[in-house]
């Protein structure tokens, strides 16, 4: 149940990022499929951030401490780029048109992320 919750809650960031960002976009004919669209995008980006993100964090360790951790968020917008690649290679409807929209996407992902992850924290 767990696992449902941060999916829809990252789904729902994802859509709150398509929104204000405007290289990020998710397609669909119906909300059903633009729906489904952001749960399997979701889902990619869980397994990109839950697969890639440590490795590149204990690769890049020093980075993160000489800029002070501002390498995060370059990291994090490459993750989404690749998120947004491998939903193309998948033909879902998901786009990332570019490093500064998945700059400023990732940054829309987290803020939101957090929010929603504390009103669903599990005690």
Request: aromatic share 10%; net charge neutral; charged share 10%.
């Amino acid at each position: 149940m767990w696992i449902l919750l941060k999916v829809a809650a990252t789904a729902a960031a994802l859509w709150v990022a398509t929104i204000l960002v405007s290289g990020l976009s998710v397609g669909g004919d119906t909300t059903g499929e633009r729906v489904l669209t952001l749960v399997a995008v979701a889902v990619i980006f869980g397994l990109v951030n839950g697969l890639i993100k440590p490795i590149v964090k204990s690769l890049g360790c020093a980075f993160y401490v000489l800029t002070l951790g501002l390498i995060g968020l370059v990291v994090n917008a490459l993750l989404l780029m690749l998120t947004g690649y491998l939903a193309d290679r998948l033909n879902l409807a998901f786009e990332v048109a570019g490093f500064w929209s998945a700059f400023w996407g990732a940054i829309v992902v987290a803020i939101v992320g957090w929010l929603l992850d504390l009103l669903i924290k599990d005690d």
